[in-house]
């Protein structure tokens, strides 16, 4: 019988779906590599408001499904940092209006386009219904998002020099939290799932995860780089989900 693989093991191969992170989608490295109008940059820091918007609420599932107190204590951590005076979430509007939106704009979600609220909202759910080690796993695509953080502190002040570097203070923020995290969440997996089996169902679960990432992505690349917002071809439409 296959028990499945050590932790070291495991651990290897869950840091090998590295390849699915969206630090490689088309929209992601045009970003990186400069090529964004302003228009593109405020419509991905737009939608993606809705997804740290949602992550407090993602964390408080988890921890209504009862883990034990010990992991309570850790999780809710996680809110903290983000919902706290200062915290991530206000760095993130900070952000916006650096990049020329108003906080309005950002909290009315008016930006957000279907497809990227539909993706959220399904690992939102996700996270509600799944038991608790099942949602820490999903959390897993944080291991791949420190190299994204350093790359945008590295190169925004050389390539948008137009927005404030005081206002990536959430990127800042996220070099110091993430790795925190990413201990708690990873020894919560290695420990739980210990079987073969186990193991097959957290590579879905992570790689789901990494779809809800890379589908946001497919939205706004439709939406801000082919221009084919929802309803594009639909003379008359009143429904705008384009910054003017």
Do not use: C
Not at 39 to 53: E, K, L, P, S, T
Not at 100 to 112: A, C, Q, R, T, W
């Amino acid at each position: 019988m296959n028990n499945g693989y050590s932790k070291k093991e495991f651990e290897m191969k869950l840091r090998e779906m590295e390849y699915m992170y969206h630090l490689y989608h088309p929209f992601q490295q045009k970003m990186n590599s400069g090529n964004f109008t302003k228009r593109q940059m405020q419509g991905w820091v737009a939608n993606r408001f809705y997804y740290q918007y949602t992550i407090p609420t993602k964390d408080l599932a988890i921890i209504s499904n009862n883990p034990p107190i010990e992991h309570r204590r850790l999780w809710i951590q996680r809110v903290k940092t983000h919902i706290k005076p200062n915290g991530a979430l206000d760095a993130w509007l900070d952000l916006g209006v650096a990049v020329g939106l108003s906080k309005d704009d950002l909290l009315s979600f008016k930006y957000v386009l279907p497809g990227v609220k539909f993706a959220i909202d399904a690992y939102l759910n996700y996270t509600k219904r799944s038991g608790w080690e099942e949602s820490v796993a999903s959390s897993l695509s944080e291991m791949f998002a420190i190299k994204l953080h350093k790359l945008r502190l590295d190169t925004w002040p050389l390539l948008y020099p137009w927005i404030d570097e005081n206002a990536l203070l959430y990127f800042k923020k996220r070099l110091n939290d993430t790795p925190k995290d990413n201990i708690h969440a990873l020894d919560i997996v290695l420990n739980h799932f210990n079987t073969y089996e186990l193991q097959k169902e957290v590579f879905k679960i992570l790689k789901f995860k990494l779809d809800v990432l890379w589908t946001m992505l497919d939205y706004m690349y439709l939406a801000y780089e082919l221009n084919k917002e929802p309803y594009f071809n639909i003379k008359n439409s009143n429904t705008k989900y384009l910054i003017e």
